[in-house]
């Protein structure tokens, strides 16, 4: 039986990480495909103190995980089956976990999980829950450092709790925790790795201590993705100035103890187009002649040959990072994606247009709209119960809360309304159709028909696009009912801090196509939308999960690599929004939420790019000549089955590469029946009666003619009585 003591729990240092400690791990092991041609370098942390189980060991463990667990263990440097079990979700995590495991550990190696904030671990909320396993256990095991050191040296943490890892801690010699191993690249044979040997346990020095054990390495052995980390000398400075190459050279200035320079190198690892090395301020008349003045500094080299110092507001690892990922043509490098089975699509040129990353474009918000209205819901033949109180419901808060332009505006008002008086308990989606299609044709109400993504366009056609623009969306909602707080009254939802949240919730877990992100996103929801009790939180909340959902998906086949996902805002758009505490980048959540209140707020909306509200003759520019731009009006007739399930956006509209296989498959076989004949029928361009098809104008000159004849027969009719009345006063004759 395993036991819990509570009293060895406590901080005591060093004694933590005492070396009599043992613990092995091929770490620094194989990715699957490469059986030994990629390694790299890894940490194993033990973060709760329980009792061990007899030994057996890692390596007799591996082939009862099978290829999947070798892949884990290559992976994520973890072999752990906690790790494979998080990531079948098979059980669930256990927040209780963080219970016991507070207050002894508060001391512990709380920042490690600094990049990946989370609102139930991360640092200032719950600070005490912060080293326990389980707020471990929530990430990725890449993110407990950071996804970009990822490729040079891995994170796992392994629970000598969990009945099933006892036997590994056991025959490790685990006897503290949390103890840190660190294991070198390479390793063939089996070791018990290196202990931590650090002063203390913040995130800092355990961060330090695997700088100084990458750079430990001999230059044979160095994991191949982990850039030199020595100093360069002065000469090799003067010899880089000299040289012009095809890419960007960038030499940070440093002292002799600091980390920034390495920090930086690590991070821009990911990254192409770039290098990074760092250089020593001794020299200091060899500064002077390059006009350092200070250090930390950044020297950068340009492709054209050109030179000098980069101009950051603080001279901080995240801003000088940030700064250098932003270049122009330092680009993630990409993954290979999958090949997409038909040629033509990958034959597909992407129009680019030109934008400013720090405002807001009505085209993105509108384009995701028509998606969501045409599209998305279209996936639901008829709508009743709890989906149609959803639909009602999502409406209603875009109705009072959408910030765009009066015809969208009106639409949605029109469309709410209806909904609203509907007595029916289910309707068929083709009537909601017909209305955002405005078939009645009123003037002023108008939302466009096609796709045009401008700040949420992709590199690829199939990146980005829909799911940005829902965020986006989002965001947006949660600052106008902050900003508004009287837009919902009358709705029902006046005094909800949770309003736009809530909603979002449903309309995610019923319509998103994405079931995964959908799952996603309801887990977080469950965990900590219900502590939201104001506005101002529901801005934040959904800015950190958004975040958090970033964090996650970092390096991942849906990430554009010309949109890396990052911790965002990034320093350039909001300095005041970092700030680094102890050598820890963190959040000034105050200036965030003016930040967020700005950036998302109407005054941020640009119209450039938006459609003519004019021609509301449906795709207008469509008809302009944009061949990427998509009508996607699914067809009204044959739904089927479609209720449940989703139609997939077309290549225009990602994330593909993010959504599972069996979901592509179905969603591929629902956009091949969009193609199909009568497919891209337009809404409302034709009306068949009496088996023969009147287009729109056959259709407006009926209701001119009708109007038309109702009038003069109405004049007739005057006509006819006040002539017969006349004639009537005429010959009229009193009886005499
Ligand atoms: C609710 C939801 C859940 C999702 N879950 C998953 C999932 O589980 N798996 C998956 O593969 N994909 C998921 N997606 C899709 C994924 O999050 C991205 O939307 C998609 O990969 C496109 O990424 P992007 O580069 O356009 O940036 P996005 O993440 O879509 O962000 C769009 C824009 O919002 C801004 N932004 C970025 N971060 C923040 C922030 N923290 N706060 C405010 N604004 C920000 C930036 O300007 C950015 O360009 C989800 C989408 C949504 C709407």
Redesign the pocket.
């Known amino acids: 039986m395993w036991r819990r003591d509570s009293s060895a729990l406590a901080p005591t240092g060093p004694c933590c990480l005492c070396s009599h400690q043992s613990f092995t791990g091929r770490l620094g092991v194989t990715q699957p495909e490469g059986e030994g041609s990629r390694w790299s370098s890894g940490l194993w942390l033990m973060p709760t103190l329980y009792a061990c189980w007899p030994p057996s060991s890692l390596a007799t463990r591996l082939p009862s995980l099978g290829r999947h667990g070798v892949y884990e263990f290559s992976t994520h440097i973890s072999g752990c089956p906690w790790l494979l079990r998080q990531r079948t979700k098979s059980a669930p995590r256990s927040a209780a976990l963080c219970e016991p495991a507070r207050a002894p550990l508060r001391a512990s190696p709380r920042l490690l999980y600094d990049d990946a904030p989370d609102s139930r671990c991360s640092r200032g909320r719950l600070p005490f829950c912060s080293a326990s396993l389980s707020c471990l256990l929530s990430f990725s095991p890449s993110l407990v450092v950071t996804p970009d050191w990822a490729s040079a040296i891995r994170v796992a943490a392994l629970d000598c709790m969990e009945e099933k890892n006892q036997a590994v801690c056991h025959d490790y010699d685990i006897h503290f925790y949390p103890t840190f191993r660190y294991f070198k690249a390479f390793t063939k044979e089996f070791t018990t790795g290196e202990n931590f040997k650090g002063p203390d346990r913040e995130l800092r020095t355990v961060r330090q201590t695997m700088i100084d054990f990458l750079q430990n390495h001999t230059e044979g052995s160095r994991p191949p993705a982990c850039p030199p980390l020595d100093p360069i000398q002065p000469s090799d400075v003067l010899s880089l100035l000299d040289n012009r190459g095809s890419r960007y050279v960038a030499i940070v200035f440093e002292s002799n103890s600091s980390y920034l320079g390495r920090e930086v190198i690590l991070d821009l690892i990911p990254y192409e187009s770039i290098v990074v090395t760092r250089a020593l301020d001794g020299d200091k008349a060899f500064l002077e002649k390059l006009g350092v003045s200070s250090v930390p500094s950044c020297y950068l080299i340009y492709p054209n040959g050109s030179h000098g110092l980069i101009n950051v507001v603080k001279p901080l690892r995240t801003f000088f990072s940030s700064y250098l990922k932003s270049l122009p043509d330092v680009r993630k490098k990409s993954l290979p994606l999958p090949e997409k089975p038909n040629k033509e699509e990958n034959s597909e040129i992407v129009v680019w247009r030109e934008f400013d990353?720090s405002k807001l474009y009505t085209v993105d918000l509108e384009s995701g709209l028509h998606y969501l209205l045409r599209v998305e819901l279209a996936a639901h033949k008829s709508l009743a119960g709890a989906k149609l109180k959803t639909l009602k419901d999502f409406v209603t808060v875009l109705a009072k809360l959408f910030p765009g332009r009066l015809p969208v505006k009106k639409l949605l008002e029109m469309l709410q309304e209806w909904l609203a008086s509907l007595p029916l308990d289910r309707i068929p989606y083709n009537a909601v159709l017909d209305l955002v299609n405005n078939k009645m044709r009123i003037s002023g109400i108008f939302l466009t028909n096609h796709i045009k993504w401008v700040?949420?366009q992709?590199s690829r056609s199939e990146?980005?696009g829909y799911?940005?623009s829902?965020?986006?969306l989002?965001?947006t909602l949660t600052i106008e009912a902050s900003t508004h707080p009287d837009a919902l009254v009358g709705t029902g939802f006046e005094d909800d801090p949770q309003a736009v949240l809530q909603t979002m919730r449903r309309y995610?877990r019923t319509f998103?196509g994405?079931k995964?992100?959908g799952e996603?996103?309801e887990e977080m929801a469950k965990e900590s939308m219900d502590s939201v009790k104001t506005p101002d939180q529901a801005i934040l909340w959904?800015?950190?999960k958004?975040?958090v959902?970033?964090g996650?998906?970092a390096g991942?086949l849906?990430?554009?690599p010309r949109?890396p996902?990052l911790q965002?805002p990034t320093p350039d758009l909001c300095p005041a929004c970092h700030e680094e505490i102890k050598g820890l980048a963190s959040w000034d959540e105050g200036h965030v939420l003016t930040f967020?209140k700005q950036h998302y707020g109407r005054d941020n909306l640009l119209d450039t790019y938006s459609a003519d509200q004019g021609d509301s003759s449906e795709g207008g520019t469509l008809a302009r000549g944009e061949e990427e731009e998509k009508r996607l009006t699914p067809p009204e007739v044959s739904h089927g089955d479609r209720d449940t399930q989703s139609v997939r956006p077309p290549a225009a509209l990602?994330?593909r590469p993010?959504l599972p296989e069996s979901l592509h498959h179905s969603l591929d076989g629902k956009l091949q029946s969009l193609d199909g004949p009568g497919a891209h029928k337009e809404m409302g361009g034709t009306a068949p009666f009496l088996g023969v098809d009147f287009s729109s104008l056959d259709m407006s000159l009926c209701v001119v003619l009708y109007v038309a004849s109702s009038l003069f027969l109405m004049v007739m009719y005057f006509f006819f009585r006040v002539r017969s009345r006349r004639w009537k006063v005429k010959h009229h004759h009193p009886a005499v």
Do not use: M, Q, T, Y
């Open positions: 990353k700040g949420c992709g990146l980005r799911p940005c829902l965020w986006k989002f965001h995610i998103f994405c995964e992100c996603h996103f959904l800015w950190k958004h975040n959902v970033n996650r998906l991942h849906s990430e554009d949109f996902k965002w967020l990602g994330p993010a």
